[in-house]
């Protein structure tokens, strides 16, 4: 999975996405320092421990590096920034049942955002899975030669023992 660069000075503002699911009953949002544990209880459940790991950095940063999506009380999405490296966007997640109604757009529109906020010009997608996806949402262009990246082998389940 090759990382992807994205323009961020060139990126439409994310309001109309969040706007739109908030009519849906969908809210985009930070997630609370305190909301730490479920976040990384939903993003373990739903999708994997690695993605969880890499996304409690985000809870070391004020304001938190991170959007969730959230349907009523239910977690249904997240998405990190500045966790895996800086300038990093990912990971991100939107639970299968929510998906294609531009929730994953949402989150990564206001990701994106935050990492413009904190100055960058530009922002890395790690290691992207769907490339479709990131090149149709905000135009990210395939990095050369970016396999595997900085994305090394975790160690495995007996490193503990
Ligand atoms: C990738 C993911 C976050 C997208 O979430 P989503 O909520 O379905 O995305 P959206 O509904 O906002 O999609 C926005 C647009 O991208 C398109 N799109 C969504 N997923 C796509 C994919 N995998 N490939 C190509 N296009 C895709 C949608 O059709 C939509 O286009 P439209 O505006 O013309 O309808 C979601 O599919 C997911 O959680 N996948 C599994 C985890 C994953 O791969 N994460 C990325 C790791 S880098």
């Given at each position: ?10 990126m ?11 009519q ?8 609370q ?9 939903f ?8 993605w969880?790991?890499e ?7 004020q ?29 991100t ?35 992207a899975g ?23 082998a ?8």
């Amino acid at each position: 999975m090759p990382d992807m660069l994205v323009r961020l000075y060139a990126m439409p503002a994310a309001c109309e996405a969040v706007q739109r699911l908030k009519q849906d009953g969908i809210t985009i949002r930070r997630p609370q320092p305190y909301e730490c544990s479920v976040v990384r209880r939903f993003i373990e459940k739903n999708f994997s421990e690695t993605w969880a790991d890499e996304t409690m950095t985000a809870f070391s940063h004020q304001p938190v590096t991170a959007y969730i999506a959230v349907d009523g009380q239910r977690i249904v999405g997240f998405a990190a920034y500045e966790c895996t490296r800086k300038d990093y966007f990912g990971p991100t997640g939107v639970l299968p049942e929510y998906r294609k109604r531009g929730i994953g757009l949402a989150l990564l529109q206001m990701s994106l955002q935050g990492l413009a906020d904190l100055g960058y010009a530009y922002a890395v997608i790690g290691g992207a899975g769907p490339v479709d996806f990131y090149a149709k949402a905000v135009g990210a262009e395939v990095i050369e030669n970016s396999v595997p990246g900085i994305y090394t082998a975790p160690l495995p389940e007996e490193a503990q023992e």
